[in-house]
Structure formats: structure tokens, C-alpha cells
């Protein structure tokens, strides 16, 4: 029997050339070319290894449509090592025969492609375009670019570089520069504010949070009967885009605006393509801001600071933590206590959802209301959670699904890590998006006064028909 390593090729032949069969190497065996583990390498059948090159010239890697529009493949430099399909497979839980281009967009194969064969979607063309017309351009950007983007110029990974990433996109030529956490606050009031009406009117549970695209798209694919029990708040991007285009564009008399989402996140460029989700045209990952970077020869230090436009103000503590895996849970719990004592809480620290474990739960007591509470990031560990739904057993009132390890500071989009040292790394982005909040003036939602005073001025009230006509949504069996 032969054995390939998924990664570099290497074969591994039973019956001519090793001493030991395959079966019967240790556990801690590592492949002689490249390093990986046994658990790295497949069986390799005669028909499989004999197949015609032409008849497929990538038989092991996951299929990408030519309609895909978060991802894409550089053909020159796939070398067929399966690992991509390995990503889809163990990390994201898909399920799909050798033919299928099922995708969530989620983006993580291009982390784990090993030849950067895989990349995010290249729009770099369409935001030239637009820069270069006479449209009033506006971008806002996702908390969790904000701890990566100083990575493309080679600063240690998690540095905070908000007011450099800020300076950046005023050098490329953006009219107005917003903080997405300014939308995650609106999120938050929203979700909230959901979840309590839930709670007290025996409304449909547990409540899935909605904020991660590729997890949207992998419950409307594979359990859509579970379609109800997510939130139906659009993301932060979703809601900025409304905001932008419906409040400061009409507010301003701009009707040629043409709006960029800067994201850690390739499901994004999928999300803005719903029908149902409009008003970014355009999302830009950080992996697209390293190209352009480049190819400007820009230096880290040649880029001055600069703050954000203060007509959307910028967002709280709990909109900053939303990058991170337990950040929206941990913001939603600070909001929905003050929805339903009024009062604020002592501390705004929930340390049992913090932590890089891929599964964690809490019980919260809130007045006489107690919440059973679950944190899933990696969409393989929310399997059994709604297996449990559907069976009547689930003991959780809310629970946070983000698709990628770590949360949003891990997307597709972002700059890549070492898979030996990704753990470690991801911590460093964790920790500073809590340093920054926990230096925040303003920690929660409900407290930030550009929040308030849009829900006083246009909204007029959490929950309100505009709001729910501007910031909620539906979903569909795909």
C-alpha cells in the first residue's frame, strides 16, 4: 500500500521501499521531506494515482468556481497537496464529493495553502476605478483590521495601528474614512435587544448570533431548518452600509457615494453580493492592502496619522472586542444586562467567554432572568449543538458562532501565519483588541452618545420599524 503526504507529495510505499508498513510508524513519525505529522498523509489508490493529468489538473484540491467571488486560484502555483480540502473537510465541517463547489467563503484555505495558491478575490481594479472617478468615496474598517494591518510592513503581529490605518486610506484618496465599530454598537442594540424579547416572550431559542457570513451561509446549506433560530441583525458591515447610504449620504445630499468595507474577512465580498445585504459596493481584505502597499513602495513610517470623520463618531469598547472570538457575546451581555435592570454593571468583564478554547459556555444571572450561554469558533464544534436543537435538548438560550479560530482576527482576509505558531499569534491580535477596550472611556453599546443620538434623530428607538426595515434581514435555504 502507498501513502502521499497531502502537503509536499512525498510517497510512502508499503510494499517496495519502506522497512515499516505505514500502520505500525509511531504516532509522533513525521514525513521525511516536509515535517507533518501521519495524520497529513493519505491512502493512495492505483485508479487515483494513475488518473490522466488532463482529465483534472487539480484531482486533490477543493474546486473553485469561476463565480466564486471571495476566492481565487493562481493554477501556476497549486501543487495539488489536498491540504485545502483537508481545511474544508476537519476545520470548516464541510461535506461534499470530489466534484462539488459547495463553499462558505470563509477563506480559511487560503490560510493553509502552503504555496499561496489560494487568494482572496482580487477587486483592487474596482477600487482604482473608483478612487480614480468623480464618486464621493467612503470606507469604513472592520476592528479586527486594525491589528493586522501594520503586519503587511513586517511590525510584529497585533501591533495597533488604527490612526496609521486611517492615514493609509486618506493617502489612497478616500473623501471619508468610518469606524465600523460604530455599526457593531448598532448590532449589538439591535441583537440585544432581540434576544431580551426573546427571553421574556418565549420567543424562538436558543438565539444563534448573525454577524459571521460564512457561518450564515454553511446554516443556510447545510441546516436550514435551524434558519429561525439565528438573529436577524445583519453584520456590523451590513448595517454600515445602510447607515452610510440612508443617514450621513442623504443627510449630506451625496448621491454619487460609492462605499468600501476594509475586512479581515473574504465572506464579506459574498455577503454585499445578497440581495438582501446592500449598501458597501465594494469589500477590500487586508491581504488586497498588502498588495497595494507594494506596489506603491509605501513605508510604514512615511504614513501620518489621522483619526476617523466624527459624523458617525466611532464605536465603543464592546464594538472593538467584536473581532473577537467572545466579543459579540461579551457586548451583548454588557447591553442586554442595562436592557433589563436599567443599571449598569460593576465590572464589564465576562472571563468565561474570553479564552481561545473553541467551546465555551457560561450561565449568567441577570435580575430574576438566568442565560445559559455557548461560544463556538471553528464551524466543526457547533455540530452538536444543533443536533441538540433538534432533538429538544439544547440548554442554551444565546450562542456565538464566528466560523474562523480565533474569530474575525483570524479571517480569510488576513495577513497569513505560521500554522506552528498560529495559536500564539492569533492570541497576540486577541489581546490588544482587549487592551484597547479595556482603555476604552466607553465600554458599552448602549452607552456610546453617537449610538443614542441616532436612534433620538432617525431610528427613533431600538427595534423601531425603521430599524428593522434598515438593519435586520432574512435567510434562505441555498
Known sequence: MKYKCMLCGYIYDDDEKEEIKFADLSDDWTCPLCGVGKD???????????KKEDDDLFPNAVKISQNNVSIERINS???????????????EGMTFDKDSELC????QCIQTC???????????????EALEGNKVTIAYTSPAVRVSFAECFGMEVGTFSQRKLIGFLRMLGFKYVFDTTFAADLTIMEEANELVNRVKNNGKLPMFTSCCPAWIKYAEQFYPDILDNISSCKSPIGMMGKVVKEYFCKSNNIDNSYTVAITPCTAKKFEIARE???????????????KIIKEKNIKYEDIPESDYDSVLGEGSG???????TGGVMEAALRTAYHMITKENLDTVVFNDVRGYENFKEATIHIGDITLNVAVVHGITNVKNIIEDIRNNTCKYHFIEVMNCEG??????GQPKVFLEDEKMLKEKRIKNLYERDNNSKIRCSHDNPDIISIYEKFFKGVGSPLAKDLLHTKYIKR
Do not use: H, Q, W
Not at 77 to 91: A, D, E, P, R, Y
Not at 407 to 412: F, L, T
Open 318 to 324: 464592546a464594538g472593538i472586542i467584536f473581532g473577537n
Open 77 to 91: 502555483n497549486c501543487i495539488n497537496c489536498g491540504l485545502c480540502v483537508s481545511t474544508c473537510t476537519k476545520k
Open 104 to 107: 462558505v467563503n470563509c477563506g
Open 40 to 50: 497529513m498523509f493519505e491512502l493512495v489508490e492505483d485508479e487515483v494515482e494513475n
Open 114 to 128: 502552503p504555496v499561496n495558491a489560494l487568494i482572496p478575490k482580487d477587486n483592487r481594479k474596482e477600487l482604482y
Open 276 to 290: 438582501e445585504i446592500n449598501g458597501t459596493d465594494l469589500v477590500i481584505t487586508v491581504s488586497e492592502l498588502a
Open 407 to 412: 474569530g474575525c482576527i483570524g479571517g480569510g
